[in-house]
């Protein structure tokens, strides 16, 4: 089968298109014929050689895809209502850039009713993310407010949406004057220029002192003792990667006297029963949404697999608004 490698860590144009074996499912595995795969941020930090793929996982990036079930564990697929034949997008630990690729049944979600196969490989990895670390970490509920750092990232659009549909008031910080009417658009209530407003003012000020109830947070550094300015009582903020810097410095006697929480995650390297349990909830509580259209995928640009490097070159430039995806 065709793949794309990453010849050597580097800039984009390391990646490249290769011959590799199909992959063989095994036991509570299924094969899937990859239509379409999702690029997202920790494929560019693997290709930069700064987030290496966990152990027994394929050397090649991609942690998601969509695509037909081709063969596989009988039993397993039928255990959850799918068969040779599905269309079903995968969360992945790796090797989603090929023709082919082998997922954990549980893993495998069937692709909601009027998408396409680009469509769907956006899904897996911004809303197994959103859910884990917003609504079952940092415990999101009805008529709480949620500010979204980076909004409209492939994951801020997930967020805002979800955190929306499920009865929170969504603050969304974006780079641009067109990014943040790109979260409006999507259903935040509110969105901030964080290049030239003071995120930390504008909550409080939209919140009327009272602080946002959540934060999710891909950015950390400086950032950290920011969002614990703004947080409300009891307050949680879930971290979910350091694109500005693993260090954080917070005046600790504010968590103390507001009872807030700082927690953290990554999912890739967590284990299939885990990411099982969220597939599940996905399946109950988020893909009605999706098939009603009530929530929707944002694809800004498909990319043919063979110009991978070009597409993580958009990644990198932080023009686009929603996710990236290769089709084959």
């Known amino acids: 089968m065709q793949a794309i490698e990453i010849s050597a860590f580097g800039a984009p144009e390391v990646l490249r298109v290769c011959e590799r074996a199909q ?62 034949g599905d269309r079903v997008c995968a969360l992945l630990a790796g090797g989603g850039y090929a023709q082919w690729c082998v997922a954990p049944v549980e893993q495998c979600l069937p692709v909601p009713a009027g998408l396409t196969d680009a469509e769907a490989a956006s899904l897996p990895e911004t809303f197994f993310t959103v859910w884990s670390n917003v609504f079952d970490r940092a415990r999101l509920q009805t008529g709480e407010t949620l500010l979204v750092q980076g909004g409209s990232s492939g994951i801020g659009v997930a967020a805002i949406q979800l955190g929306r549909a499920f009865g929170a008031t969504v603050i969304a910080t974006a780079g641009s004057e067109d990014k943040c009417a790109a979260c409006l658009a999507l259903g935040a209530h509110h969105a901030i220029v964080y290049r030239s407003q003071d995120f930390v003012a504008e909550v409080m000020r939209i919140t009327q002192g009272r602080g946002a109830d959540v934060v999710l947070d891909m950015v950390a550094g400086d950032y950290v003792a920011r969002e614990v300015d703004c947080l409300a009582e009891d307050g949680r903020i879930a971290i979910i990667a350091v694109q500005g810097g693993v260090q954080a410095a917070f005046d600790a006697g504010k968590l103390l006297r507001r009872r807030l929480t700082i927690t953290g995650s990554t999912l890739r390297a967590r284990s299939t029963a885990f ?20 929530v929707r995928p944002v694809v800004y640009r498909s990319f043919a697999a063979h110009e991978a490097a070009q597409a993580h070159a958009l990644m990198e430039s932080n023009r686009h608004i929603g996710k990236i995806v290769l089709t084959w």
Do not use: F, T
Not at 62 to 83: F, K, P, R, T
Not at 275 to 294: C, M, Q, T
């Open 23 to 84: 992959p063989v499912p095994g036991v509570g595995e299924v094969l899937i014929r990859v239509a379409a795969s999702g690029v997202n941020r920790p494929d560019v930090l693997q290709r930069k050689g700064h987030y290496p793929a966990p152990p027994g996982a394929s050397d090649l990036p991609g942690l998601e895809v969509a695509g037909v079930i081709e063969s596989g564990d009988v039993q397993a697929m039928a255990a959850h209502g799918l068969q040779p």
């Open 275 to 294: 990411k099982g349990a969220i597939a599940r909830a996905l399946r109950e509580r988020v893909w009605p949404l999706l098939a009603s259209g009530a």
